[in-house]
């Protein structure tokens, strides 16, 4: 294998971990800013007001997207099981 074949399944592998993980990320950003804004404009400030609903959120996040992270892992592997085939080792 070549180190450009590797650096570009690096690239894919970093890149395929952005578009996995960003869903995630970003609904743990939005409730993160509405409980914010809760606290804000209420003056309440107990820790785990942010802390449980973030959690809760991030659960529902997965399963809600885990399919979607499974097909894309799996296309994935599959290129790379192709990529290993073919380079004949």
Known sequence: MESTQILDIGKEAIFLLLKIGAPV???????????????????????TLSFVPKILAIFMALIIFMP??????????????????????
Not at 25 to 39: A, K, Y
Not at 68 to 89: A, D, P, R, T, W
């Open 25 to 47: 990320l970003l609904i743990s950003l939005f409730v993160g800013l509405i409980i914010s804004f809760f606290q804000a404009l209420t003056q309440i400030q107990e820790s």
């Open 68 to 89: 979607y992270m499974g097909q894309n892992l799996k296309l994935f592997m599959e290129h790379i099981v192709e990529l290993i085939i073919y380079s004949g080792g």
